[in-house]
């Protein structure tokens, strides 16, 4: 109980600091941000738009009322010009639903490529086909995802004309169309992470074939698959969430640069419109938004590390 | 930040060291080989040795021609004495690359090594001192790793490099080398967590080895001690994981280039010359390409370097 | 009204207050640039008129939806007066409004939602009477109060103020446009009266102002936050708030509109259209392949290039129009070195070798201006004697203007951020350093642009503007009454270099003049066709502001925009509808026929689908 305590302590804190980070990115801004998230306006509608905000008020009480805001949904506006206005909030309802999607996508075609490819490899281990997917993997790492994503387009789009190199169809509108316009941005995603989840998966096997029920499972005659599959991929689920943890943060950045190579209309294209359109606000907002996710998933990949190994339980209980 | 080896993305805040804590992975496809540098190394240096030269040497030989006409929108090979062809704007792209790849390795080098410094510098103290300020220390990189990298690196840019407009509404733009300023201070922000980790991870290992407590015995300054002894021990570590870092603040670069906030003209980069040549890719894939080989051999390289030298030093990296 | 708002705003000029607002507009007339923000030449295969298409065959069949892509979003939506409008803009609010005048296929202004438009003898007051029996979507009737309350809103003049007791109704470059504009009062419930300071024979143009003026209903005029985005008009569509920002917004039909076809249905066909921002060309040519998109409006000239092969192989249909085109430019700042010396001018205007650009950078595909107007309209001229292309003479005025200055030619090119203006930047760089001078790009992003401009501190900038609509809707941008700080007795033939006085620049009291030229002949020219209906004196006069533009280089003229439809080969009837008659709103077969500029997009009530 006591460590459940500490643990959300600790969450709060650390959501405490990342928002407050958020929040303080548009005091970074050289000059005046009113003029350069509204524009040109008259100084009655700057100083609207500025009371609006709220830079009139001190600091700390700047951030208390954000804060109140970001809280109840509240996550300021979109302007354009002194008078158009949108709220944030709309657009990112709008936009994390797509992000997710797609990332989800990728995460999927990751898992189902690269376990096989892991297990594999561990198990030919020093053969041609393991030096082979090694030397795959460890290429693939070196490609950056945007790259990727512009030869796919070429190869698989422009050329080959498979799918749609760009535009995105809402699962509304038809669930093949939408996994069609979200196959080559989620692959572009998936190839790199491919290759991480297979290393860690390949060596990790490698360690637990050795491991003596491995092995009288195998004396024992049991068909090698099904040893593979079941008893020795068992114990490196945890490894394969460790890594799924580790990369999660590549993921999210990758989706914001892929999605706007591929006009999908998520967070990444969202923030895009924010930058260009100077939405300091919006930007701040996004950040944040992006920032808390990226903190909850990762005390859900805690907390599921808890579930399946009790000995970490133990452990904590101990310190 | 984006896409690279696990070993130098931080544990998630949260995430306890997993019970049973994988083997390390990306020694593996070296250390197959060799111990030693090997073929793959040699050939990484001499890519890495090729492009430092052109970045130096040719924008001081080559000089594009005068009509734009003769290169514009022409492949490789095209036109005699310009072998990789034109830009849509007639620009030499032999030309084009090597600018591209001095900003490229201008940003990367220069954030990477704000990250050394900064990085190393906390980590070390942290490593060393232990106790509260170690957990203060441990704390502030928890809170900056718990952005993920690329969205910080964004934001940072976006709000840094924002032309200014002045409260008489005069803009004051951003010139190319403040631009590659913000860009090394925002990834070397970004890559400072990272390195500290590093470093802290390792100074608790040799901060404990006898001649380090020797040395304490006989009375050295701590900074000293810190210096002398347990930094050339730290080093490798912190240089294996450096070059990686080079490597991803690259195509940090470059995906900040796609969302418009990278390199800007009159400056180019690998990744702006990525970005801007896109919209060429189907009349002339080559202007995309080029720079995207660039990229990919030198992040290749870094990435080979960078595990040989974790393989040589015997760098865990399951101490993060 | 007029010149309360001019004196008010004009000597603000450079000081943001509110003088700067007044050009936010401007973000629309390059905000969906993209592919020509920087002057490009042609010549080699031109397209003066209107060509291709589907031919529009027999009798229209109601009923059906389609998609169509625009070049970008429009975030600040459709409180018209107020409204930042680029053609996509223009695009969807033609769906939702009609206007009181549109312009026909001789660009002539023919009453619409007024049945008649008539000025006294000396076009100092105009009567606009309304046609009866028009309602708007939310049930409301169009009369004369209506109507004033929209022509107020757009002057600056509404009388209903928002809660801060501000105005409610704050537009912007509008109330520019109507600085002649002094009283309008409602004679009867269906006639407004518009008494001017001075004479306006083309005032029915500026009723129309590129499609931006339409006609909207009290509920949304008097909306305060909510005018932008709850758009309520007379139009063949209904907005039913469906916008979902950077991805779509949609109408429907509206049953009860005004106009029938010539076979007596009702208008519009559709039931229903789906507008999408694209702005990457492949995903526009992609999506119009693959028939995600049934139609779209373009000026793209490379998605332009890549789609003719499919046109070519039956695949799509595409109508092209260079008629009455925009001009896409050097916008020079004539106010401040370099360019407040026309040897600078004249040194740029020769070393950019126009016809290799438009190869490069248009595939070809554009015309070369010889001036601001273009084919089909008033004032055009073939040839103006515009310097182009030489080398030699690009040398001359460089060492020049070196000479007289003792400084080197050299400056600064603002440019958009997008792939293609930065490519044609770097490109009128290189014939810039060919002729001796230094330039440097200064990449902005579009706010910088138009801050810029307004500011005045550039010194040359890629730019588009200017539609062939009446001559007469340029007096905004390049008109100025008085010369603040300037001598009126100076006989200098330099204007705009400063005078006795030595005051160079701020001697244009216009603030959208961005160029900051402050010319007498073309001043007199636009008050000299103002006052006279005559058609050889207005001709006369708008062909000698083209060539005074010729004489001074007040800009660096590149090319005209050539606008197309492409479109699936069942989309029918892209031009729209005739036009209606003083006597019936219906699209009687011997009416008017529409206009054939794409420039502020088209009539959408006239699109039907072949089954």
Redesign the interface.
């Known amino acids: 109980m006591r460590v459940a305590l500490r643990?959300v302590i600790?969450?709060v804190?650390?959501l405490v600091?990342?928002s407050f980070?958020?929040f303080s990115?548009?005091q970074?801004?050289?000059?005046?941000p009113v003029?350069?998230i509204v524009?040109?306006?008259?100084?009655?509608?700057l100083a609207?738009v500025r009371h609006q905000i709220g830079l009139d008020d001190p600091f700390l009480l700047q951030y208390w009322h954000w804060l109140g805001g970001f809280i109840h949904g509240d996550l300021g506006q979109?302007y354009?010009?002194?008078?158009?206005?949108?709220a944030v909030s709309t657009?990112i309802a709008?936009s994390l639903p797509v992000t997710l999607e797609l990332m989800a996508f990728a995460m999927i075609l990751t898992i189902v490529i690269a376990i096989p490819l892991g297990i594999l490899s561990a198990y030919r281990s020093?053969t041609l086909t393991d030096?082979l997917i090694?030397?795959t993997?460890?290429?693939s790492?070196?490609?950056?995802?945007?790259?990727l994503a512009?030869?796919l387009?070429?190869w698989v789009?422009?050329k080959l004309k498979w799918l749609?190199?760009?535009?995105f169809?809402h699962l509304s509108d038809g669930f093949v169309k939408n996994i069609k316009s979200l196959t080559l941005p989620a692959v572009s995603l998936a190839v790199?992470?491919i290759a991480?989840y297979m290393?860690?998966l390949?060596?990790?096997m490698?360690?637990t074939l050795q491991e003596d029920y491995i092995l009288m499972a195998k004396s024992k005659g049991i068909p090698t698959r099904r040893i593979l599959w079941r008893h020795a991929l068992r114990?490196s689920s945890?490894?394969l969430?460790?890594?799924a943890?580790?990369?999660?943060?590549?993921l999210?950045?990758?989706t914001?640069?892929v999605e706007?190579?591929f006009?999908i209309?998520g967070m990444g294209?969202?923030?895009?419109?924010a930058?260009?359109?100077?939405q300091?606000v919006e930007?701040q907002s996004i950040?944040a938004v992006?920032?808390v996710g990226?903190?909850l998933?990762?005390?859900a990949?805690?907390i599921l590390?808890t579930v399946l190994?009790p000995?970490?339980r133990d452990?904590?209980a101990l310190a | 930040m984006l896409e690279h080896s696990p070993s130098t993305v931080a544990a998630p805040v949260d995430a306890p060291p997993p019970a049973t804590e994988p083997p390390p992975p990306d020694t593996e496809f070296v250390r197959a080989r060799s111990q030693r540098v090997g073929l793959g190394g040699i050939l990484g240096i001499i890519w890495l040795g090729f492009v430092a030269i052109c970045a130096i040497v040719i924008p001081m030989v080559v000089k594009n021609p005068t009509n734009p006409g003769l290169l514009a929108a022409r492949g490789m090979f095209k036109v005699s004495g310009h072998p990789l062809g034109g830009d849509s704007a007639g620009n030499d792209m032999l030309l084009q690359l090597a600018k591209g790849a001095r900003s490229s390795l201008i940003v990367a080098i220069g954030a990477v090594a704000v990250g050394l410094v900064l990085g190393g510098t906390l980590g070390l103290i942290a490593g060393y001192y232990r106790g509260r300020i170690d957990t203060l220390l441990t704390s502030t990189f928890n809170i900056l790793l718990a952005i993920p990298q690329f969205v910080l690196a964004v934001a940072l840019v976006s709000v840094l490099a924002n032309d200014s407009i002045s409260k008489q509404g005069i803009p004051v733009p951003v010139t190319t080398g403040r631009r590659l300023a913000v860009l090394v201070i925002a990834l070397g922000i970004v890559s400072t967590p990272i390195l500290a980790r590093i470093t802290r991870a390792n100074t608790l290992q040799w901060a404990q080895r006898e001649f380090v407590l020797a040395a304490r015995a006989q009375g050295a300054t701590n900074r000293r001690v810190m210096i002398r002894e347990v930094l050339p021990n730290v080093l490798p570590a912190m240089f294996s994981i450096a070059l990686l870092g080079i490597a991803v603040a690259m195509v940090a670069e470059g995906g900040l280039s796609i969302l418009g906030v990278g390199v800007h003209l009159p400056g180019v980069s690998w990744g702006s010359l990525i970005a801007q040549g896109r919209n060429s890719l189907q009349s002339q894939p080559s202007v995309v390409f080029e720079p995207i080989v660039c990229l990919f051999l030198t992040v290749l390289s870094l990435n080979y370097l960078g595990d040989v030298v974790r393989a040589r030093f015997d760098v865990r990296e399951s101490v993060l | 009204m007029g010149e309360n708002v001019r004196s008010v705003l004009g000597s603000r000029k450079r000081s943001v207050g509110g003088a700067v607002a007044i050009a936010l507009v401007m973000a629309m007339l390059i905000a969906a640039c993209g592919g020509s923000s920087t002057p490009k030449g042609g010549g080699t295969s031109t397209t003066q008129g209107v060509s291709g298409g589907n031919p529009n065959e027999g009798k229209p069949t109601p009923g059906g939806a389609v998609t169509m892509a625009l070049p970008a979003e429009s975030t600040g939506g459709w409180c018209l007066p107020e409204a930042q409008l680029a053609v996509s803009g223009i695009q969807v609010a033609r769906a939702i409004y009609d206007y009181l005048a549109v312009p026909n296929d001789k660009n002539e202004y023919v009453p619409s939602l007024a049945d008649k438009i008539t000025p006294n003898a000396d076009f100092t007051s105009w009567t606009i009477h309304i046609r009866s029996g028009i309602k708007f979507h939310d049930g409301t009737p169009l009369n004369a109060a209506v109507v004033k309350d929209n022509l107020d809103a757009y002057g600056g003049e509404f009388a209903a103020k928002g809660p801060d007791g501000q105005p409610l109704r704050k537009p912007l470059l509008f109330t520019f446009v109507f600085d002649n504009v002094k009283a309008i009062t409602v004679t009867d419930p269906m006639t407004v009266k518009v008494d001017m300071i001075g004479p306006w024979s083309s005032f029915p143009a500026s009723l129309y102002s590129y499609g931006r003026l339409g006609i909207m209903a009290e509920k949304q005029l008097h909306d305060g936050a909510n005018c932008f985005e709850d758009m309520i008009g007379t139009g063949p569509f209904k907005f039913e708030h469906d916008w979902q920002r950077n991805d779509h917004l949609t109408v429907v039909k509206n049953e009860n509109y005004w106009r029938k076809d010539q076979y007596g249905q009702r208008l519009p066909y559709l039931d229903k259209i789906t507008f999408k921002p694209v702005t990457e060309t492949t995903t526009l040519v992609n999506g119009l392949t693959t028939k995600l998109f049934d139609l779209t409006l373009s000026d793209d000239t490379v998605a332009i290039d890549q789609l003719q092969s499919k046109v070519d192989g039956g695949g799509l249909a595409m109508l092209k129009s260079g008629k009455f085109p925009e001009v896409a430019y050097t916008l020079f700042n004539d106010s401040k070195p370099p360019f407040d010396n026309i040897n600078a001018r004249l040194a740029f205007a020769y070393a950019v070798d126009r016809e290799e650009y438009n190869r490069i950078a248009n595939k070809g595909l554009l015309q070369l201006a010889s001036g601001p107007f273009g084919p089909g309209t008033l004032g055009y001229v073939a040839d103006t004697h515009l310097p182009t292309y030489n080398p030699v003479k690009a040398k001359d005025y460089a060492k020049k203007y070196t000479q007289a200055t003792g400084q080197p030619l050299s400056f600064t090119f603002s440019a958009g951020s997008d792939p293609i203006s930065l490519t044609n930047a770097q490109l009128i760089g290189r014939y810039a350093q060919n002729a001796g001078m230094s330039m440097n790009i200064k990449q902005v992003d579009e706010a910088t642009l138009i801050n810029d401009a307004i500011t005045g501190n550039f010194q040359a900038s890629g730019w588009r503007n200017h539609p062939g609509f009446d001559p007469d809707t340029q007096w905004v941008w390049w008109h100025c009454a008085v010369a603040v700080g300037r001598d009126p007795n100076s006989t200098s033939t330099e204007i705009g270099l400063g005078d006795a006085a030595g005051i160079t620049g701020n001697n244009c009291d216009n603030p959208v003049n961005f160029s900051n030229f402050n010319d007498k002949v073309i001043n007199k020219a636009f008050e000299t066709a103002r006052a006279s209906a005559d058609p050889d004196v207005r001709k006369k006069a708008y062909e000698d502001i083209n060539k005074e533009f010729a004489k001074q280089v007040w800009d660096g003229w590149g090319y005209w925009t050539l606008w197309t439809i492409p479109s699936q080969t069942n989309v029918k009837g892209v031009l729209g509808p005739n036009l209606a008659s003083a006597t019936s709103p219906d699209a009687g077969p011997d009416h008017d026929k529409p206009f054939e500029g794409l420039s502020s997009g088209i009539d959408l009530s006239g699109l039907w689908l072949k089954k």
């Open positions: 643990r600790q969450l804190v650390v600091f990342v980070f958020s990115l548009i970074l801004v050289p000059g005046d003029v350069a524009g040109f306006a008259s100084p009655a509608q609207q979109h354009s010009g002194p008078t158009g206005r949108s657009g709008q020093g030096k090694s030397a993997a460890f290429g790492i070196a490609m950056p995802d945007f790259a512009i030869v387009s070429f789009g422009v749609p190199t760009s535009g169809t790199g992470q991480a290393r860690l390949r060596s990790d490698i360690a114990p945890l490894t969430l460790t890594v943890g580790l990369n999660i943060g590549a999210i950045g990758g914001i640069v706007n190579l006009e209309p294209k969202l923030l895009f419109f930058i260009f359109g100077r300091f930007l950040v992006i920032a990226y903190v998933v990762n005390v990949v805690d590390y190994d000995r970490i452990a904590r």
